[in-house]
């Protein structure tokens, strides 16, 4: 740690759910923590949002999981986890050990395999929040995504928000026409917050073989690529409903980045990709926004939601 | 800087020497001795691309050779092929160029217990780590014996090399431009007879693996196979190098996919689930990016 803290607060409130700094890892990019131990210390962190947990072990894609595209990555993990008992029983104890406040994503193809895994999570010590992944294809209507749909993301968020002892924070897609139609389903299920964005949907082709590059054809972008789409998800959203707290996230890689999201509405952030390229990535980013408010000479981050200058 | 856990460091390292080989290979030899004094054959280092971020993820490379020079002066050398952008940055750095090392990584090579005669199986770029798993296991008192194959002459990866490091070596050419025409399994029974070998160590292309993981099963012989599989983080964490392993339990139905990058990528032939490995996706030990 080399930036000043002295005279910073930097801890934040998302409606009631409160990390020591503004800066978590976002799921899927941080496992559920482990292999970053041996690089920083996770205590530092404003939180961690493991990877996506469903009710029963998911064995994930054949490979190729994963491309690079420019300034960015494709991936088609298939959100492969051992499901949540295992997670509740090998993992979570370990991570709560650290002094991380964890927010655990779930995951499921029907409303009501979100809800058993929330129902297991329930009361779960070290978990402040859920944060419901809603970009998985519905068992109903397998071509949709819930979180593509008004209704189906109501469905979700509204029995998840019923079992659920902790808030709960619903993740967007930018993959659809309108991010506040779906937001305000989410809010109008009884959502506290927001996460936004998802990846978004992408695909590649190896010229010289003629192969997709991923074995699903399409997958998940991520990385500095789609940072501005994620700008513009969080604007788009946060204007619309200025209550309810969210969490950026889309390609962020500096402090200068954080400092984005929150001007575009954001209350906290998650740091993704860079997590992969630099297992430190997280204080660095953490570090440089520091700087940034000290030389911006802001003294609490959660001015810098309101200081856009938006006409 | 960041000292990390056994195994792995994170830290710029020089670049010491850059060398064209024979026709396709390229060798970059950093001057990296925290991952020197750590790594063991079979293991991989991730080298970040200098200065461009629209290069996003670390290419690894399996560790081709360390020399051990006491103080700091200890080397990490990797050899590859151009398989993209990635790749033709780095045949383009110079000595004294810089780059950010992640590693060693992943589990290496397993060493047998008593004095054993083991034989080495390369194809293409794949051979890259059986140079140095040949010294150390020389070092460790074993008997080392060689197949070295590739499409031409010029594919052999560095062999008069692999005639100084073992006790006789077979190369195989595709073309028949060198050694025996053919792929190294049309010599493989043969060359385990000879030398009477009692452990395979092998790296290449999946079919490659695939094909001598049979003839050693048949032939009743421990088999380690290094695998390449496409990868982005190289520590564990985003699930993208994915291997399909028999559980412990056994049944062909009872597997998992298992990360290459922790997990491996050294594998025992006998735990890997062959029947559902797809040999389609083109060998790489360039990562999601080339």
Not at chain 2, 266 to 284: D, I, K, L, N, Y
Request: aromatic share 6%; proline share 7%.
């Amino acid at each position: 740690m080399t930036a000043d803290r002295r005279n910073l607060k930097l801890a934040v409130d998302l409606g009631g759910v409160k990390f020591p700094n503004p800066i978590l890892t976002a799921s899927g990019t941080f496992h559920y923590g482990r292999e970053f131990a041996p690089y920083l210390d996770l205590s530092k962190l404003g939180g961690v949002i493991v990877k996506s947990l469903s009710a029963k072990p998911w064995p994930g894609h054949p490979p190729p999981r994963g491309a690079e595209t420019p300034s960015g990555m494709l991936n088609a993990i298939g959100l492969q986890n051992p499901g949540v008992a295992a997670f509740c029983d090998h993992e979570l104890p370990w991570l709560v050990e650290q002094g991380v406040p964890v927010i655990a994503s779930i995951v499921g193809h029907s409303p009501e395999e979100y809800m058993k895994v929330a129902d297991r999570l329930r009361g779960a010590p070290g978990i402040v929040a859920m944060e419901v992944n809603i970009s998985c294809p519905n068992l109903e209507d397998p071509t949709k995504m819930f979180s593509s749909d008004p209704d189906a993301t109501g469905k979700v968020i509204r029995g998840v928000t019923r079992v659920a002892s902790q808030p709960v924070f619903t993740k967007l897609s930018p993959d659809v026409t309108n991010i506040v139609d779906i937001a305000r389903a989410a809010v109008r299920a009884g959502t506290h917050g927001l996460a936004v964005m998802n990846t978004a949907l992408g695909m590649a082709i190896d010229t010289e073989t003629f192969s997709p590059k991923l074995s699903t054809l399409t997958g998940g972008l991520s990385g500095p690529a789609i940072k501005p789409i994620a700008i513009r998800c969080v604007y788009q959203v946060s204007r619309a409903f200025p209550d309810v707290p969210i969490i950026g996230q889309g390609g962020i890689w500096t402090g200068e980045d954080v400092a984005e999201f929150l001007l575009a509405g954001a209350s906290a952030v998650a740091v993704g990709t860079a997590n992969f390229i630099e297992p430190t990535a997280s204080m660095r980013i953490l570090d440089e926004f520091i700087e940034y408010l000290n030389r911006k000479r802001i003294r609490d981050v959660s001015q810098l939601r309101r200081m856009m200058k938006d006409g | 800087m960041s000292p990390a856990n056994p195994g792995a460091w994170s830290g710029p390292a020089e670049v010491f020497a850059y060398r064209r080989l024979a026709e396709p290979y390229h060798s970059l030899t950093l001057v990296a001795p925290e991952v020197c004094s750590r790594a063991a054959p079979g293991q991989f280092i991730a080298l970040r691309m200098p200065d461009d971020r629209s290069l996003l993820l670390r290419r690894p490379f399996s560790i081709h050779r360390v020399d051990r020079r006491p103080g700091w002066a200890g080397t990490v050398e990797v050899v590859f092929d151009i398989r993209g952008r990635g790749t033709e940055v780095l045949s383009r750095l110079r000595q004294h160029a810089a780059l950010d090392v992640l590693g060693p990584l992943g589990r290496p090579f397993r060493y047998p217990k008593e004095p054993t005669n083991c034989l080495l199986v390369g194809g293409g770029i794949g051979a890259a780590p059986l140079l140095f798993l040949a010294e150390e296991l020389r070092g460790h008192g074993h008997r080392v014996d060689y197949i070295l194959g590739g499409r031409t002459q010029d594919h052999l990866l560095r062999p008069i090399e692999a005639k100084r490091a073992s006790l006789t070596v077979t190369f195989t050419t595709d073309d028949g431009s060198s050694g025996y025409r053919g792929v190294v399994t049309d010599v493989l029974a043969e060359r385990v007879r000879a030398t009477n070998a009692k452990v395979v160590y092998t790296c290449g292309p999946v079919a490659m693996l695939r094909a001598v993981a049979r003839v050693c099963a048949q032939m009743k012989l421990s088999c380690e196979v290094a695998w390449e599989e496409v990868m982005a983080c190289g520590f564990g964490a985003c699930l993208v190098c994915a291997v399909p392993v028999r559980l412990d339990r056994g049944g062909d139905d009872d597997w998992a996919w298992a990360r290459c990058c922790t997990e491996g990528p050294v594998f025992s032939a006998s735990r890997v689930h062959w029947e559902r490995v797809e040999e389609s996706g083109a060998p790489t030990t360039t990562g999601v990016g080339g």
